[in-house]
């Protein structure tokens, strides 16, 4: 089965992804590009628009969400190290 690009919101900026599922890991990078070389910042991580099931909620680090065309992410620097 081939994978269906669909266009997510973070920070209101789009981005085109090709997957089913992203991690909070992959939509702090799409915010904040430099989160790779910087793992012990905390961001809070929100989305709406989700699927029916849970379209609203909170990813936390380790987890990941599906993703739909036109889900909007928040994501927001905690300020914790």
């Given at each position: ?7 997510i ?7 085109e992804v090709?997957k089913?599922?992203i991690?909070y890991?992959?939509v702090v990078?799409l915010?904040f ?5 910087h793992?012990e910042r905390?961001?809070?991580v929100?989305y709406k628009r989700?699927?029916g ?6 990813l ?12 909007e992410?928040k994501?927001k620097?905690?300020?914790?190290s």
């Amino acid at each position: 089965m081939e994978k269906k690009k669909v266009t997510i919101v973070v920070n209101g900026s789009p981005h085109e992804v090709e997957k089913e599922k992203i991690s909070y890991a992959e939509v702090v990078t799409l915010a904040f590009p430099d989160y790779p070389q910087h793992p012990e910042r905390t961001y809070s991580v929100t989305y709406k628009r989700g699927h029916g099931e849970k379209p609203t909620g909170t990813l936390s680090p380790g987890s990941n969400v599906n993703v739909k065309d036109g889900m909007e992410f928040k994501v927001k620097h905690t300020g914790q190290s």
